[in-house]
């Protein structure tokens, strides 16, 4: 199970992300001013140079806030993972080696056939935890928000932030769209992992004495 000092671990790196986020918009805020005093005062000759000075600090803030996705997706996904180790364990349906006492000698020589939790895909993973915590981790708070930054994050991996209009209703289905992802959504999804990761760890940390129901 996930220690206390792990978990505060988890949500002062979301404190940190969240830390970075503002510091590139309040930057970018800061250079967008400067750049309209100075288009006041006539700086620029032409609009497109305006238009142009207002492209930087602008994407600076649509990377920080995608940035800021990736390492939210990847400590939520990695914290499920990380919470389903213990069912992976004593699955029977898993097979082994899943430890290194468990390969056999010489070990050097059989390390390429240990088996983890990793291996699994995720969704895999979450039927896993599912069925050996008896909960869902589909419908604990965040898991809604981090689903669909989840999504955002995979499209621009694979299809550079084009959405996949087969997966959308028909009806909204629209080709060449791609994502747009600001730091308002950047910071949802701060504070939709903070919820989850919270959720979970309750989840996998049954309350014990005379008070607590049982499982």
Not at 119 to 128: H, I, M, T
Request: aromatic letters at 10%.
């Amino acid at each position: 199970m996930v220690s206390p000092q792990h978990m505060f671990h988890k949500l002062a790196t979301l404190e940190s992300i969240r830390h970075f986020l503002e510091h590139v918009v309040q930057a970018a805020s800061e250079e967008l001013k400067d750049i309209e005093e100075k288009n006041a005062t006539g700086a620029f000759p032409e609009f497109a140079d305006y238009e142009h000075a207002l492209d930087y600090p602008l994407l600076r803030v649509e990377i920080a806030s995608r940035a800021v996705l990736y390492e939210v997706t990847a400590l939520v996904e990695y914290s499920v993972y990380e919470a389903a180790h213990h069912a992976w364990l004593g699955s029977p349906n898993r097979k082994g080696p899943k430890t290194l006492l468990q390969l056999p000698d010489p070990v050097s020589e059989s390390l390429s056939s240990l088996r983890m939790v990793t291996d699994l895909r995720f969704p895999d993973v979450v039927a896993l935890f599912e069925a050996h915590y008896e909960a869902s981790v589909r419908t604990l708070p965040g898991w809604g928000v981090f689903s669909q930054a989840r999504d955002i994050v995979n499209a621009f991996k694979h299809t550079n932030g084009f959405i996949d209009f087969r997966k959308v209703p028909l009806e909204e289905a629209r080709i060449g769209v791609r994502y747009l992802v600001g730091a308002d959504q950047a910071r949802a999804a701060i504070a939709a992992a903070q919820s989850f990761l919270t959720a979970l760890y309750a989840a996998t940390h049954p309350k014990t004495g005379p008070d607590a129901g049982t499982r």
